[in-house]
């Protein structure tokens, strides 16, 4: 494989895993009507559901029991 295939893959990569970061840290913050979720518990509830979607904390949710994972900005 060439270098620059390698690059090209490397930043694909970059960009996949940013964009579902991107779902839980930020977009989630946003309500279906895209506005900001003013209270706090119903965004941190917001931003909790949109994690658990992502393959990064599968191993978090089985570790604590299923639903019981924990983000500590929430």
């Given at each position: 494989m060439?270098n620059?295939?390698?690059?090209?893959?490397?930043?694909a990569?970059i960009?996949k895993r940013?964009?579902?970061?991107?779902?839980?840290?930020?977009t989630?913050?946003?309500g279906?009507?895209?506005?900001?979720i003013?209270?706090?518990?119903?965004?941190?509830?917001s931003?909790?559901e949109?994690?658990r979607?992502?393959?990064?904390?599968?191993?978090?949710l089985?570790i604590?029991g299923?639903?019981?994972?924990?983000?500590?900005?929430c």
């Amino acid at each position: 494989m060439s270098n620059l295939r390698e690059y090209q893959n490397r930043i694909a990569d970059i960009a996949k895993r940013s964009k579902a970061v991107l779902g839980w840290a930020s977009t989630a913050q946003f309500g279906t009507d895209n506005q900001f979720i003013k209270d706090d518990a119903a965004r941190a509830a917001s931003i909790l559901e949109a994690a658990r979607k992502d393959p990064v904390f599968a191993a978090l949710l089985q570790i604590v029991g299923g639903d019981k994972l924990i983000i500590p900005f929430c």
